[in-house]
């Protein structure tokens, strides 16, 4: 069979990367259970690896996000389904190099995953030179056996040894198992194998013809291997159609910041449905996590500071339709996790992202845990639904809706308390802004969320004292955008509008609505942004340092109206 696969590879891709053609055989074929006519099927075991295939739920690449996705889906299949598969990650030793797999390592170790097991490809060639260590394999050998994991050394070209292993790997408890296989580039490939010179280059047709049949001359039974059956013990559950059996508690002479809100709503949430579970990377004393952790604490993980990890775990919980997952930490660290996101979204996994301690109303904060750049990430990625709640009562809403929503999703939360906009009885859509102030009389419009919405709002009653009237809209998602309501406002108050935004100017809501109105004549658009690297201060003094203070919102309006 890893002869069959390695023809199939050389036929397929026209190049020489065939080293785990053995690895490969032994795991699908003879230690994985699962059924080939159903590869969705929640009680198959799970592989990770870089390819784009029907039973690989994580698209993964290069960058080593593959391993930290195969804990999400161990840690469920462990604690939360309690079920018999078990999850497989087959790793190259230059991915190895990347951070986020000790990261991974570390969470796997801590939480005894033992139906977890890493295999790593050493054959010794990166994609431009060979690794730094070369095929030291007991050096790989010492750094699982550092972060605690079971490991096995193998020669990876031997099938009876990686069978002998892999079963030996599914007897052990308590840890999870790395098997480190020594390979080699173009494996039984005369004059190429393990050669430096040759990765990456397609194979001239007259010598892919000839390795070809040299490769089949080995083939020694045409017998068709079938794989065992899966063990079917996985529960059957429902992440469907969750319902707010309840309005929000709120009454109008409270204030609470968005981001408590939000944890109040996750800990809501978690009694509505049992497959709703938070993550967390140390911060669920800030950002309110801890109320849900304290309700339902058997579906809290801790991630530690390892946003990237964080993020790759959420990946792999959500697979298959498991879990109804929420990570949620401060914004500005999402950056460092990037390119998971971008994974989850290549990958069309439903996750749930909160980011807290958003922009300069952050206030006391050091400027480096203040969110500026998060709405204009958030926008990039491909199907991603950005909320951006104004008050406790829209982002309990926005938690709810987020939890229904297949597609990824970022919630922008604030550290600033605000009052309360709406009555409990509001209800709320995707993709549809709230019109919270408007008259007959109103001349230019303002829009704002979170904190900015506030300011717009307390700027609207200081200009009605000098009789102008301001029109504000709540956008509530920044995408989808809410243009229909934008472009039938704007063209009813004369088409002048303000955004205002606890946000760096590009990227962020004032960008939104410049695209959106663009094909529309006689609408302009005027931008208020934290135009600066930002203060640390109070959050009234940081909003009016930063440009986007009801004072600001003020001067905006009269300067346009002098106009």
Known sequence: MANRLRIRS????????????????????????????????????????????????????????????????????????????????????????????????????????????????????????????????????????????????????????LCHVFSQAAQVRG?????????????????????ES??????????????????ESQIQTNEI?????????????????????????YVADDTVSTQRACGLALAKLGHENDRVIVLDSDTKNCNFSDIFKKEHPERFIQCCIAEQNMV??????????????????????????????RLGAISQININLIGCHCGVS???????????????MFRAIPNCVVFYPSDAVSTEHAVYLAANTKEMCFIRTSQAETAIIYTTQETFQIGQAKVVRHSDNDKVIVIGAGVTLHEALVAAAELSKEDISIRV????????????????NAKATGGQIITVEDHYPEGGIGGAVCAAV??????????????????????????????????????????????
Request: aromatic content about 10%.
């Open 362 to 376: 952050t206030g006391d904060d050091n400027p480096y845990h203040m969110a500026l750049e998060d709405l204009a």
């Open 312 to 341: 790759n775990v959420a990946l792999g919980c959500s697979t298959r339709d498991r879990t109804i997952v929420f990570a949620y930490t401060f914004a500005a660290f999402f950056t460092r996790a990037f390119d998971q996101i």
């Open 175 to 195: 840890k999870p198992t790395a098997v480190v296989a020594k390979t080699f580039k173009a494996r039984g490939m005369p004059n190429v194998e393990d050669a």
């Open 518 to 563: 663009s094909m529309e004549p006689n609408i302009v658009v005027h931008k208020l942004a934290v135009m600066d690297v930002p203060r640390s201060g109070r959050c009234n003094e940081a909003l009016d340092f930063s440009g986007i203070s009801s004072r600001h919102i003020i001067v905006a309006v009269k300067c346009i109206l002098m106009t």
């Open 10 to 161: 050389i036929r397929t891709t026209n190049t020489w990367t065939t080293s785990n053609a053995e690895i490969m055989s032994v795991l699908f074929f003879y230690t994985m259970r699962y059924k080939q006519e159903d590869p969705e099927n929640p009680d198959n075991d799970r592989c990770i690896l870089s390819k784009g295939l029907p039973f690989v739920n994580v698209a993964t690449g290069w960058p080593g996000q593959g391993l930290g996705a195969a804990c999400g889906m161990a840690y469920t299949g462990k604690y939360f389904d309690q079920a018999s598969y078990r999850v497989f990650c087959l790793l190259g030793d230059e991915e190895s190099t990347e951070g986020s797999v000790w990261e991974a390592f570390a969470f796997a170790s801590y939480y005894n995953l033992d139906n977890l097991m890493a295999i790593f490809d050493v054959n010794r060639i990166g994609h431009s030179s060979s690794m730094s260590v070369e095929h030291c394999i007991a050096i790989y050998q010492k750094r699982c056996e550092a972060f605690g994991w079971n490991t096995y050394v193998v020669d990876g070209r031997d099938v009876k040894t």
């Open 198 to 215: 040759w990765y990456g280059r397609p194979m001239p047709k007259e010598r892919v013809d000839a390795i070809v049949k040299l490769i």
């Open 225 to 249: 291997l079938v794989p065992s059956p899966p063990i079917e013990d996985s529960p059957q559950i429902n992440i469907m159609n969750i319902c707010m059996t309840s309005p929000p508690v």
């Open 473 to 488: 809209i709540d956008l509530f998602t920044i995408k989808p955008l809410d243009i229909a309501t934008i472009i039938s």
